[in-house]
């Protein structure tokens, strides 16, 4: 078992950041590719961001790539999101996630939920207009 904890949201202005982060506890933290995912109200859980499991692989969201970025140390069992430039459309729910990482072959792997097997709580994130 893998026990994941998010924290780090919050209200912020548009154009704002906010960094999330992710702690991780149980099994060994490197063997576990770990993604960030949202869900807003109404919609379908969406993919954010990845990493590897070494960290040398990164993944984003299309929309995401230049404002997001994403990263881990594997010696405190944490993975960071750091949003800039948000915008109102990025209210949502965002969750962490990790799964092991030979289930992770290809870039698609990493964005679809259905390859993860631990989900923290999420925290919200909320961008005013």
């Known amino acids: 078992q893998v026990q994941l904890v998010e924290s780090g949201g919050g209200l912020v202005q548009a154009g704002g950041s906010l960094r999330l982060s992710c702690t991780a506890s149980?099994?060994?933290?490197?063997?576990?590719?770990m993604g960030w995912f949202r869900q807003a109200p109404g919609k379908e859980r969406e993919f954010v961001a990845a990493?590897?499991?070494?960290?040398?692989?990164?993944y984003y969201a299309e929309s995401k790539k230049g404002r997001f970025t994403v990263s881990r140390d594997n010696a405190k069992n944490t993975v960071t999101l750091q949003m800039n430039s948000l915008e109102p459309e990025d209210t949502a729910v965002y969750y962490c996630a990790a799964g092991s990482g030979p289930a992770f072959a290809n870039s698609a792997s990493y964005r679809s939920v259905y390859k993860y097997d631990y989900w923290g709580q999420g925290t919200q994130v909320t961008v005013s207009s």
């Open positions: 149980g099994r060994t933290f490197s063997n576990y590719a």
């Open positions: 990493i590897s499991w070494r960290g040398d692989k990164t």
